[in-house]
């Protein structure tokens, strides 16, 4: 069997759905989740209104929380 190209599970599809959504007129906010920060200018410049980032946010939180605790403050 020949390979014709990437499959489609290579390819990201936000970006062609952020850019369809606002070619068709849509008026609301959308956010997204992304996992490598590289990818948070690709998703703005899509049209994304906000880029989550779990792992950064979830690293920001525990340190909040670990430095909190260390100075007797809860976090």
Do not use: C, N, Q, W
């Amino acid at each position: 069997m020949r390979h014709h190209g990437p499959d489609m599970t290579t390819l990201d599809p936000r970006p062609t759905l952020l850019r369809t959504l606002e070619r068709e007129g849509f008026e609301g906010s959308v956010a997204v989740a992304i996992y490598r920060h590289i990818d948070a200018e690709l998703m703005k410049s899509a049209g994304a209104a906000i880029v989550l980032e779990p792992f950064e946010d979830a690293a920001d939180t525990t340190l909040k929380r670990v430095l909190g605790s260390l100075s007797g403050k809860d976090g």
